[in-house]
């Protein structure tokens, strides 16, 4: 069947430095992408999405791009500080219903 | 402070019991959603509801039976549940049902079956 994935499931980062995280998807219809957050205790929180016909959108220090080619999604995080300590999740969505994968879950080193 | 509200946080019952999770969103939106979230496991959509109407049940026992009085209330009522349904039980709202849009999360109701 078709899933969302994510390549890593931990990623360990100094404070200060980038962060990539990285998820790959099959469903080739699939038209809009969300990464969320999910710190501990609470539900997934919305930080960036891009549609199809986007490849590249940048929030407050968040970018994500979008390599459809690949069926690759990321999600780059700058200057990663102590409460960007969380779960990452992609999310594709087709026909309206979002497909989530396992989670990458980030700790930031001191 | 989220827009999707969910009680209680923690629940613990046991396999005989009846109970009932709620959720409320603030956000003016028209589409609601229960999740289970498990460890290690993707979220797995449970329930769809747009418009008060129920659009999508993923092949999910009876034992659970969603409820959606109007566009700002879901409720998931709960009985005689088996311990693999302890989880974390999500609830999500979006404008509707519609793609290009982002589903906004509560906090969900951590559920350990005894």
């Known amino acids: 069947g078709e899933s969302v994935g994510l390549h890593l499931p931990t990623l360990s980062v100094q404070e200060g430095d980038n962060s990539i995280i990285n998820c790959a998807y099959s469903n080739s219809a699939s038209d809009y992408f969300i990464w969320y957050k999910q710190e501990s205790g609470k539900g997934p929180q919305f930080i960036i999405d891009i549609r199809s016909n986007m490849d590249k959108r940048q929030g407050q220090r968040v970018t994500v791009l979008l390599n459809k080619t690949v069926k690759h999604l990321s999600l780059q995080i700058a200057a990663t500080q102590p409460g960007d300590s969380a779960v990452y999740f992609c999310a594709e969505m087709n026909d309206y219903k979002l497909s989530f994968g396992a989670g990458t879950t980030v700790t930031v080193r001191a | 402070e989220t827009g999707v509200t969910q009680t209680p946080r923690h629940l613990v019952m046991g396999m005989t019991n009846k109970k009932s999770l709620k959720c409320e969103q603030h956000l003016g939106h028209n589409a609601m959603y229960w999740y289970k979230q498990s460890a290690k496991k993707p979220l797995e959509l449970m329930f769809v509801?747009?418009?008060?109407?129920?659009?999508e049940n993923n092949s999910v026992p009876s034992r659970f039976s969603p409820e959606c009085p109007n566009s700002s209330h879901l409720f998931l009522h709960l009985h005689t549940l088996q311990p693999e349904d302890s989880a974390l039980y999500l609830c999500?709202?979006?404008?509707?049902?519609?793609?290009?849009?982002?589903?906004?999360f509560g906090d969900g109701t951590r559920l350990s079956i005894l």
């Open positions: 999500a709202s979006s404008l509707g049902r519609v793609s290009n849009q982002p589903q906004h």
């Open positions: 509801y747009n418009f008060k109407e129920q659009t």
